[in-house]
């Protein structure tokens, strides 16, 4: 009887164990924006781009647009996932009207970023890393590659093969803390 009872007991357990779920990236992203934004009235967003394991396992990336009453703004944001609790860590954003530049994290893991506003530029380079440029609707288009290295040259070369060398943008990148 004292085995049966135990047997049970451990086939209990083993059910609890696997039947708690962890925290998806996506449901950390979408519950901490609405909590954010709770009670805004004119405000939405839309996330548009997930990297998952971009530097190391448990860590991402996201691009989400935000619209509010007066403008659009898109965002790049980083994440690390501790002790199975995703976690906020950086977050940098722009409009859409600013002219095509760029910004970074100016922590590890570097991120370069960019609006693209320019129907020519096929590619951007920062250093010697190709950027991923996500497709976000009409000619909008973002790009951001991922470094080790801080204060890279950016580059973008454009459908005729010419090169142009992109400044970094000033402090009208949004710097945001979630």
């Known amino acids: 009887m004292k085995k049966q009872i135990f047997s049970l007991f451990l086939i209990c357990i083993v059910l609890l164990i ?30 548009i781009h997930k990297e998952m394991n971009v530097v190391h ?12 009453q007066q403008e659009e703004k898109i965002f790049i944001a980083y994440f ?16 859409w009207d600013s002219p095509i530049k760029w910004s970074s994290m100016n922590q590890v893991p570097y991120i370069y970023s960019g ?3 320019d129907k020519s530029i096929s590619e951007v380079y920062a250093g010697e890393k190709p950027a991923k440029i996500i497709e976000v ?16 040259q950016v580059k973008a070369i454009k459908s005729d093969g010419t090169q142009e060398i992109i ?12």
């Open 80 to 95: 690390e996932k501790e002790k199975d609790k995703w976690n906020w860590r950086h977050t940098r954003g722009a409009q």
């Open 137 to 152: 609707k009409g000619d909008k288009r973002f790009w951001y590659a991922v470094s080790d290295v801080k204060d890279v």
């Open 18 to 47: 696997g039947c708690s779920k962890e925290e998806t990236f996506e449901n950390f992203f979408h519950t901490t924006m609405g909590k954010m934004h709770k009670g805004s009235k004119y405000y939405s967003y839309s996330l």
């Open 57 to 68: 396992e448990n860590d991402a990336i996201a691009i989400f647009v935000e619209n509010d």
């Open 115 to 117: 609006a693209i506003n």
């Open 167 to 178: 400044e970094e943008t000033d402090e009208n990148w949004y710097k945001v803390d979630y």
